[in-house]
């Protein structure tokens, strides 16, 4: 905090005594400037939380004598200015650089690109580029909280691709929520980059934004908070069936959330051998009969819930082997755990309350995953879209297929070696930065295989830094 005291006897004593007395220690006191009549001072104080900070301070601003002119974290600290640079690759440093980085040298590659637009692929940033687009409608835990609120998620992605696959990405916040719009803009953009992410944007809108993309690009789209949360979730899961002793294929396996991310993850648990799965919102059970549905979700009922159970999330979970929770605190109950199979494995994943919390059935589930970073088993989307970007950028794919995305979540399971695995250990570390460099390597010749490259893929994909 940043403190004018009046030059009076006792001021910081009553400064310092309600830090102490709210629970808050006193670090470092610098001095600023001095002025006629009073001090000013930059005070440290370390709290709890950041709740616990925002009471330290209500209490200082009610200090005699003391009056708060700023405040700051290092949360805060960390994000003035932006997280991300550009940087040079080749230095322009004499009269000869400057000649071929730009006037006149430059207009030969320009005209190499014009006779050969795919030069462009070498040529230009674009063979490691991949442009982070969002609308701001739907931040993880925040909501629909605009392009410009939206800003600091999206630096953080573009830095995740570079730290875990040197994949360079660019924040495009839009100010428009039109369908058509964000459409157009990304389709106006796309020859700059090697690939899409789509990030935070609201369903239904999302499926129609990628869908559309998806055809009229050819370069890969990718919603992440669809498709990168499906591949960890079927990674985790491939791994939690090992350690209980179960089969795809023999298993019930119950999705508490119809958003974006539960349809993606719906359909790549099927796809990777599961038959009997169940899709709940907050109306219940998606079934063919249900009415008032809408496109995607229609579809979803009539290939999923095989026999056709209605009812509540708690009713469906009734003999099921997996939970997939997808949706908000408190979505499903610990009595609704305690009816599931023999050995249940539980993915509580809404963040940053989970859908139960895990102390409610320490004991009555064999494993349990959240999104959060101070349980076992953290389910985060970092240990997928990069390596499933590096991958795709490695072999120029047209597109990522659903083998390029089953080939990704077999990749992060196998991360764990036999000897590894155990219930709570099902999931690598966000850390491990073997796991970007597999994933791009199975992405890569899964794109290849599937007719989606435009080139051979790499005896081993490009490798991560640091």
């Known amino acids: 905090m940043r403190v004018h005291l009046l030059q009076q006897p006792g001021v910081f004593g009553r400064l ?10 006193l670090g470092a006191v610098d001095l600023v400037r001095v002025e006629a009549d009073r001090v000013v001072r930059d005070v440290t104080i370390a709290c709890v939380d950041a709740e616990h900070g925002e009471r330290v301070i209500g209490a200082v601003h009610g200090v005699d004598g003391v009056t708060v002119a700023s405040v700051s974290d290092r949360t805060f600290l960390l994000h003035k200015g932006g997280k991300i640079e550009m940087s040079l690759r080749v230095p322009v440093a004499t009269r000869d650089d400057l000649s071929m980085v730009y006037t006149p040298g430059v207009a030969r590659v320009c005209n190499a690109i014009h006779r050969d637009p795919s030069a462009a692929w070498n040529l230009t940033i674009k063979g490691r580029t991949v442009a982070v687009v969002s609308d701001g409608t739907a931040v993880l835990g925040l909501g629909d909280i605009g392009p410009e609120a939206a800003m600091p998620v999206m630096e953080g992605k573009a830095m995740l691709f570079k730290e875990f696959a040197d994949v360079d990405a660019f924040p495009l916040c839009l100010g428009t929520t039109d369908v058509e719009q964000i459409i157009s803009v990304v389709k106006a953009i796309a020859p700059t980059f090697g690939g899409i992410n789509l990030e935070d944007i609201s369903a239904p809108r999302c499926f129609e934004i990628e869908r559309r993309l998806r055809e009229e690009l050819d370069i890969p789209v990718f919603h992440d908070d669809q498709h ?21 294929e023999e298993v019930k396996v119950v999705v508490v959330g119809a958003g974006a991310a539960g349809l993606a993850c719906a359909d790549i648990i099927q796809a990777n051998g599961v038959t009997n799965v169940i899709v709940c919102d907050r109306e219940g059970t998606l079934h063919p009969t249900r009415q008032r549905l809408d496109r995607e979700r229609a579809a979803l009922a009539a290939r ?3 026999n056709g159970i209605i009812g509540t999330a708690d009713q469906a979970l009734a003999g099921a082997d997996v939970l997939v929770g997808l949706s908000g605190p408190g979505a499903v109950s610990a009595d609704a755990i305690r009816t599931m199979a023999d050995r249940p494995i539980i993915f509580a994943m809404a963040n940053p309350t989970p859908e139960i919390q895990p102390e409610a059935i320490r004991g009555d589930a064999a494993i349990i995953a959240t999104g959060r970073s101070d349980y076992p088993n953290q389910i985060n989307n970092v240990l997928a879209f990069p390596g499933v970007f590096r991958g795709a950028l490695d072999v120029r794919a047209h597109t990522i297929t659903e083998e390029m ?22 999931i690598p570390s966000v850390f491990n930065r073997e796991v970007a460099q597999a994933v791009a390597h199975a992405v890569a010749h899964a794109a290849v295989a599937g007719g989606v490259a435009r080139r051979e893929a790499p005896a081993r994909a490009a490798e991560a830094p640091r």
């Open 228 to 248: 990168g949360t499906a591949i960890v979730v079927l990674a985790a899961l491939v791994n939690a069936l090992r350690v209980v002793g179960k089969r795809p």
């Open 405 to 426: 995305k089953l080939a990704a979540a077999r990749a992060i399971a196998d991360a764990i070696s036999p000897a590894e695995l155990g219930a709570e250990y099902i």
């Open 16 to 25: 310092a005594t309600t830090i102490g007395d709210e629970g808050a220690i």
């Open 304 to 306: 999923t819930n095989p």
